[in-house]
């Protein structure tokens, strides 16, 4: 979070002004007074002007975004393809979105080229911020059709596990990835899921909740 | 170009951008990239586990894709 000062004439005046250059509405503001201010006599001796200090309760979203995209239109620049970086403010995050020729190349194996992209993005505007930005970069919507997949392998390998009431582990995959997978079984009472495995290797197992053994137990007192 | 968006890219990572050297090492199908930063940077350019020179890489690859050829980025201590 950034702290900045403001002087003006007034209080008032000052948070105006806080707010206007910060972009933020009042209450997003943290504010406190180190000097009230005062017009002196008749305004000519004595007079002070009012000073406040700003923290911002929040790392100013649109800053954010504006600042990203700058980086990666810099990055993109060095990289011979025709493209626009569209550039979005949302809850929590930035979302930059890369509308390019549909090659592929900038998404990579796996999303690689687009992680790596984003990691190097959110490293260099973090740095020059001071404060740590998350952000998304996403192509041709690439983000959204990975999840689908993602879910939908995960709901395949459980209903396997549920037939064959044995474990199963997916292929070693990034932290966001396996947040698609825990989160697509997440609600499927007869499954559960745990990472396994250092870095990145880590892998998702999904376990059957009941044993075969049990299962047939209760099946049995069931009849 | 590709030094250009090395260059780039490592003097934005690290807290002394004015000893960021790059230099390029034209062969006939592979490029090498020579990068020196630093001594305190070395490990900012680098990052853990080697997460910011792999990046870097993978960016380097795409771009020298483009333009087919092959780029080796190393980093000199």
Not at chain 1, 176 to 187: E, I
């Amino acid at each position: 979070m950034s702290t900045l000062e403001f002087e003006e004439k007034s209080i008032e005046e000052a948070i105006e002004a806080a707010c206007r250059q910060l972009k933020l509405p009042r209450e997003k503001l943290e504010i406190e007074i180190i000097s009230k201010g005062s017009s002196g006599i008749f305004g000519i001796v004595g007079a002070r002007r009012a000073k406040i200090r700003v923290t911002t309760k929040v790392p100013p979203a649109g800053l954010a975004a504006e600042k990203s995209k700058e980086v990666l239109d810099e990055i993109l620049k060095h990289i011979d393809l025709p493209m626009v970086v569209e550039a979005e403010a949302r809850e929590g995050y930035s979302y930059l979105n890369i509308i390019s020729n549909g090659s592929g190349l900038l998404i990579g194996k796996r999303g690689k080229t687009l992680n790596a992209l984003q990691f190097l993005v959110s490293k260099i505007v973090s740095r020059q911020t001071g404060e740590s930005v998350s952000l998304l970069v996403d192509t041709e919507n690439y983000r959204a059709k990975r999840e689908e997949s993602l879910s939908a392998l995960a709901h395949q390998l459980g209903e396997k596990v549920k037939k064959t009431h044995r474990s199963l582990t997916t292929g070693p995959m990034s932290a966001q990835d396996r947040r698609v997978v825990h989160l697509a079984l997440k609600d499927d009472h007869d499954l559960r899921t745990k990472s396994k495995g250092e870095g990145s290797l880590r892998r998702v197992i999904i376990y059957p909740v009941r044993k075969p053994k049990e299962a047939a137990k209760a099946e049995e007192k069931a009849e | 170009m590709l030094k250009e968006l090395v260059e780039f890219m490592a003097r934005a990572l690290v807290d002394n951008p004015e000893k960021v050297r790059v230099s390029e090492i034209e062969g006939e199908q592979t490029s090498v990239i020579e990068l020196r930063v630093a001594k305190e940077d070395l490990g900012k350019v680098i990052g853990k586990q080697g997460r910011t020179a792999r990046a870097m890489r993978t960016l380097l690859s795409a771009a020298s894709t483009k333009i087919r050829k092959r780029a080796v980025l190393e980093i000199i201590e």
